[in-house]
């Protein structure tokens, strides 16, 4: 479950917000994401592959809410971990490997486009 956004390293690119299936985020005035529907995390850790800043902290326990401590998050070197784990970015440069298998964005802005396509909406601003 979504846990942390580290502020200190957000760059506001909002793509956790755009990719979250189910509107866990709002956008603050300062187009920031903050955490507004924890109970709704499905833990899919869209939004961790997403977050090239490594600013959020996805916990595995998609059942309860787990208390983190961000400067012990911070040293701990797991934030960014489930991307590079994953190998998210490995074929990004490699113009055979278009297929989007390794990469659902485009699968998702897709989807969010089509009639009756599924999504969490737009994001509400507060």
Same mark, same amino acid.
């Given at each position: 479950?979504? &846990?942390?956004?580290?502020?200190?390293?957000?760059?506001?690119?909002?793509?956790?917000?755009?990719?979250?299936?189910?509107?866990?985020?709002?956008?603050?005035?300062?187009?920031?994401?903050?955490?507004?529907?924890? &109970?709704?995390?499905?833990?899919?850790?869209?939004?961790?592959?997403?977050?090239?800043?490594?600013?959020? !902290?996805?916990?595995?326990?998609? &059942?309860?809410?787990?208390?983190?401590? &961000?400067?012990?998050?911070? $040293?701990?070197?797991?934030?960014?971990? !489930?991307?590079?784990?994953?190998?998210?970015?490995?074929?990004?440069?490699?113009?055979?490997?278009?297929?989007?298998?390794?990469?659902?964005?485009?699968?998702? $802005?897709?989807?969010?486009?089509? %009639?009756?396509?599924?999504?969490?909406? %737009?994001?509400?601003?507060?």
């Amino acid at each position: 479950m979504i &846990e942390l956004v580290v502020e200190s390293r957000c760059v506001g690119c909002s793509a956790c917000v755009e990719v979250c299936p189910t509107g866990v985020f709002d956008r603050a005035a300062d187009g920031r994401p903050v955490l507004a529907r924890v &109970e709704d995390c499905q833990t899919c850790f869209m939004c961790e592959l997403y977050c090239l800043a490594d600013a959020l !902290y996805v916990a595995p326990d998609c &059942e309860n809410r787990v208390p983190v401590d &961000e400067a012990a998050i911070l $040293a701990s070197g797991l934030l960014g971990q !489930y991307r590079r784990d994953s190998g998210w970015d490995e074929w990004e440069a490699d113009p055979s490997k278009s297929n989007e298998h390794w990469r659902m964005e485009g699968v998702f $802005a897709r989807a969010a486009r089509a %009639p009756g396509g599924v999504g969490p909406g %737009p994001a509400r601003v507060e």
